[in-house]
């Protein structure tokens, strides 16, 4: 698939320079909302939701994969767990392992390619991912490689929205807390991102089912539940578009 406008060609094969580019602009702003993230309501919200489908035990191997700014990866070795988080993006990184160490965390954190992990087969007892699916090139490998390098038995928890349906005509006014910080050229960067994957046509979750499915998955469900529950409120951290979970267990 090839994006054109006025501005820009962009091929599929420079789509992950595109995003990366577009996620290191975002950083600095980003990084500054997930540390209020941190000290809000919303983490003990978050906690809640994770904590329901994790095993009770702790020091549990978990991968943050797309971490951000290490929101769910700080969250979740506060719990006494041993996380890793990986993100493409390295100022991403940079400020994740800075707001880890303010928090007084230790996670591993990693620049890796969400399609590519540099893992062996079999572990993490969990991996967890939030917005990250929606700006994947190409999300079925990347839900191969997910599923690679979780244990026999373990735990995938995906949290995602379906953004590229969703950010035109009215629901875009409504979307102003998502990117009411953005300039018009970030926005219109989102935008082109939404455009040049595939995974923005898809009907999610389904597909992200039937996909984990196609990989032999034990369990799988997905819950759209998600976003009525923890973005009731259109505070700075609401989410507009249809949000959701994907849950299995291999």
Known sequence: MTLI???NIIRRDDAKEFIEDYWTK??????????EELQSEKMFQWKEEICRHLPSQ?????LDIG????????LLAKLGHEVTGIDLTKTMIVEAASLAK?????????????????????TFDVIVSRNVTWNLPHPEQAYGEWLRVLKKG?????YDAEYGKYHHGDFQREAVYAHK???EDLVEQCHQIYHMLDISIYDRPRWDMAVLQKFGVRFCETDTTVGPRLYAQKDKFYAAAPFFGVFAVK
Not at 58 to 62: A, D, M, P, S, V
Not at 67 to 74: L, M, T, Y
């Open 67 to 74: 971490c951000g700014a290490g929101f769910f990866s700080i």
């Open 154 to 158: 373990g735990i995938l928890l995906n």
């Open 5 to 7: 406008n006025e501005k």
């Open 181 to 183: 910080d953005l300039t």
């Open 58 to 62: 702790h020091g549990l191997k978990i």
């Open 26 to 35: 975002r950083t600095p702003k980003f990084c500054e909302l997930r540390k």
């Open 102 to 122: 303010e928090e007084e965390t230790s996670v591993r954190f990693l620049i890796m390619d969400a399609e590519k992990l540099d893992f062996p087969d079999g």
